[in-house]
């Protein structure tokens, strides 16, 4: 290694040592993987590497874990004398002692004892105190021999060297007592004759030796490795990582609360007391639940409820099926709930819009009001509501009654983590379960998160534990009993373990989007342009990793063309071709009509819109027959639904492809018709009528992918009819055509005796020829009826 980039090395991991820098510990492997350790000075920085990583590990828990001592073993192998590996091997010593002095069990004596009685607990209290006294000696030389180091270490970690030596000598000199008490007693007693001086000797040093006992364990609580702060849930709160917001909320909450208290306590009465029913919205995986207990531990620790348990509810614990029964089931949990918290999440299923009369929801609403407000129950518990934030807003403003009950400022909004805090929810999860996250196991992790945020849905805290214990999963399925016992087999989460199983395996079996689109029958145009736009989005992708300016992308596209051209088809592989480009996360196809995004009545028509939009986030919303949506008409809702469609894709612009779809003349009405459209949609595909020849092609491969054959000349007569028949229906018409065929040559075979292998799968120029005269007969038929119907008009 040059000198140069031995010295930037050290200098980092003399910062490191000094805590002024965090080390990751890939970036600590990957300096490992530079230095020679055939080189003294950079074996040397080796050995401190290792030292550092496991000093920063142990501090993490206070555990010397495995990989801890592993560590500290590599670097004990480079360089014996370490100083932070020291210091740790001190302290690692200091904590063996701590855990296993005083600790042997002790059996009490009594002159009441029957003889043997007493001589076996004179037995055992013999061998348990030359243990303890061999141990203690050895703590006492380890304490009176130590070096710098050992006063160093117990300074770092508050042990009290003084303290510990005075309880070992007095141990000492009390379990001395004993052996030579018990000792004694064993070699005079006979039968039942025995000393009482020698049992009140034992008894006077049992004494003594259980109140060092609890010196000791006094003594040891106070080190920085075992203090633990009262049970306070403030703390807890703190220990979170990210909702800042939410812990100054809390913070002043709990303060306000303590402050009440206390004035209470001084005698000065409130008349109007804060509410301690709350509000909680959220996402998924953003600590609605663990909040809850959080403030129930508040509320119990404040005096102002009894108990600091929570009872969890939802819909089905509340809302029963029959008159009478919805009360009952209430009120059974207000009663199960008092002195504590009643918690309900997804408060809102119990009433929203579109619900049948006969819902009780509203029931259980209303009894619960009650109990909160008036009768034997208000006050003796606390009710914490949680759900969506914009599903739980709508529930309350459908609710006066309830909203009422829960003041603005008892209402928390626990926001999405950011990606940053989620990392960190993941290498605290890993290292919950002794496992480190490596360098790219972070990236590919990271990779897993962006793909996974794409809607509201998105799990947060839950998702990334999911994702990492998956990982620990795939770890071990893969490893299993062929490890070759290297550390990193048992604690080490790559980037192979990190990746999606279920994505990898669908990319294994999936055929490209693109070859798939080349293998479409006609369409020439269309793939030339899908070819060309995939073209131009890779050359971007390619210019922005390089460095380079990058050209605005328009995805969003018009699909023109008489139906059954493919454009729903098309539309599926548009949208698994951005998503393997990257250019969106699910590839998925949602197909809507106006139905599915316009209401009947003012106000339900952008909720309407915007529950399908949050369907294809991710993908592509292929809205069918568009132009319906620019209706004629003051009353249409029509156009409520486009103006919040722009709205969305607006904000939702690296997350939401959207196709419009329809015939060529009136899609250019709808655009003449609101202009803002246009701006938008600058890409258009046009899908012309198919040929006669492609749709024979189509007929013979839908066959094909059902066993089916054609016999020769059959494929020549299917071509012929096609050019007599009405085919607008294009490829439906051919997939139609495809299945009556079907039904014609079972019918032909269903009339004859034998039936061999090649007959069941061949289609022949009879069943092409019944086909036709019955879809031409079934043609007529409408065009009669249709008449029919106009003159009885």
């Known amino acids: 290694m040059s000198e140069s980039k031995y010295e930037s090395i ?28 055939d080189h003294k000075k950079e074996r040397d920085l080796s050995a401190k590497i290792y030292g550092l990583m496991a000093r920063d590990r142990f501090n993490l ?13 590599n670097g004990r192998e480079l360089l014996e004398e370490e100083a932070v590996i020291q210091k740790l091997s001190t302290l690692e010593q200091l904590e063996n002692i701590k855990e296993m002095a005083f600790t042997h069990p002790l059996t009490s004596i009594r002159e009441t004892d029957q003889s043997s009685a007493r001589e076996k607990a004179a037995r055992q209290l013999y061998d348990t105190a030359d243990k303890e006294l061999h141990y203690l000696k050895q703590v006492q030389h380890f304490l009176e021999n130590g070096k710098h180091v050992l006063e160093e270490t117990a300074e770092d970690y508050n042990y009290d060297l003084a303290l510990m030596q005075n309880l070992t000598e007095e141990g000492l000199s009390a379990y001395t007592d004993l052996f030579e008490a018990s000792g004694e007693y064993l070699r005079t007693a006979s039968g039942s004759f025995y000393s009482p001086e020698q049992v009140k000797q034992m008894k006077e040093a049992l004494s003594r030796i259980n109140e060092k006992k609890d010196h000791w364990e006094e003594a040891m609580k106070h080190t920085k490795t075992s203090h633990k702060p009262d049970q306070n849930p403030l703390y807890e709160l703190e220990q979170l990582i990210g909702l800042e917001n939410v812990k100054k909320r809390v913070h002043r909450l709990y303060h306000y609360l303590q402050y009440q208290k206390l004035r209470k306590e001084k005698g000065y009465q409130l008349n109007d007391e804060r509410s301690l029913h709350m509000i909680l919205t959220g996402n998924p995986g953003t600590g609605k639940t663990m909040l809850a207990h959080l403030l129930a531990q508040i509320y119990h620790q404040l005096g102002l409820l009894q108990r600091s348990e929570v009872l969890e509810a939802d819909r089905s614990h509340l809302v029963g099926g029959y008159v009478g029964q919805t009360e009952e089931k209430t009120m059974n949990l207000v009663k199960e709930a008092v002195g504590g918290v009643l918690f309900i999440d997804e408060a809102y299923s119990l009433k929203r819009e579109g619900m049948s009369a006969n819902d009780f929801g509203q029931t259980a609403i209303d009894t619960l009001i009650t109990a909160m407000t008036s009768g034997e129950y208000a006050g003796t518990f606390a009710v914490i509501l949680a759900g969506y934030p914009e599903e739980m807003r709508q ?29 960190k929810i993941a290498e605290k999860t890993a290292l919950d379960n002794d496992f480190v996250i490596s360098e790219e196991a972070a990236k590919e992790l990271k990779k897993r998160i962006e793909n996974e945020q794409v809607d509201d849905s998105f799990g947060n805290a839950r998702t990334i534990k999911d994702i990492v214990m998956d990982a620990i999963f795939q770890k071990g399925a893969k490893i299993g009993a062929e490890s070759t016992g290297a550390m990193d087999d048992f604690a080490l989460l790559t980037a192979e373990d990190m990746k999606d199983p279920a994505a990898e395996e669908n990319n294994e079996h999936q055929v490209s989007p693109l070859h798939r689109l080349e293998s479409l029958i006609g369409l020439d145009n269309v793939k030339q342009e899908m070819r060309k736009l995939a073209s131009f989005i890779k050359i971007q992708t390619e210019r922005r990793k390089a460095g380079q300016p990058v050209a605005p992308i328009q995805l969003h596209t018009v699909f023109t063309g008489p139906p059954g051209t493919g454009k729903t088809t098309v539309a599926q592989l548009y949208a698994e071709i951005l998503k393997e480009m990257d250019l969106l996360k699910r590839g998925h196809l949602i197909v809507v009509g106006r139905s599915e995004l316009v209401a009947e009545y003012t106000g339900q028509t952008a909720v309407k819109t915007r529950r399908k939009i949050r369907e294809a986030l991710g993908g592509v919303l292929f809205i069918d027959e568009a132009y319906s949506l620019a209706a004629a008409g003051k009353a249409d809702f029509g156009r409520e639904a486009l103006d919040t469609l722009v709205e969305e894709m607006t904000k939702q612009e690296h997350n939401l492809v959207v196709i419009l779809s329809g015939y060529p003349g009136p899609m250019d009405q709808l655009f003449q018709m609101n202009p803002g459209l246009q701006s938008r949609f600058k890409k258009s595909f046009y899908f012309p009528s198919f040929p006669v020849e492609d749709l024979v092609h189509i007929t013979i491969e839908y066959c094909r992918r059902f066993g089916y054959f054609f016999e020769k000349g059959a494929d020549i007569h299917l071509s012929s009819v096609f050019k007599q028949m009405d085919t607008s229906g294009n490829a439906r018409f051919a997939e139609d055509m495809a299945e009556e065929l079907f039904q014609q040559q079972a019918y032909r075979l269903s009339q004859e005796e034998e039936l061999s292998e090649e007959k069941l799968v061949l289609v022949t120029i009879e069943d092409v020829e019944a086909a036709f005269q019955y879809k031409q007969s079934e043609r007529r038929n409408e065009k009669h009826d249709g008449i029919r119907d106009r003159n009885r008009s």
């Open 61 to 73: 828990r206070y555990r010397f874990d495995p990989m801890v001592k592993h560590w500290m073993h």
């Open 10 to 37: 050290k200098t980092a991991v003399d910062n490191w040592e000094k805590e002024k820098e965090v080390v990751k510990v890939q970036t600590a492997k990957n300096w490992l993987d530079q230095l020679n350790p």
């Open 395 to 423: 529930f309350l403003r459908s609710n006066p009654g309830l909203r009422s009950r829960f003041p603005e400022s008892n209402h928390i909004h626990l926001p999405d983590y950011s990606l940053e805090e989620l990392q």
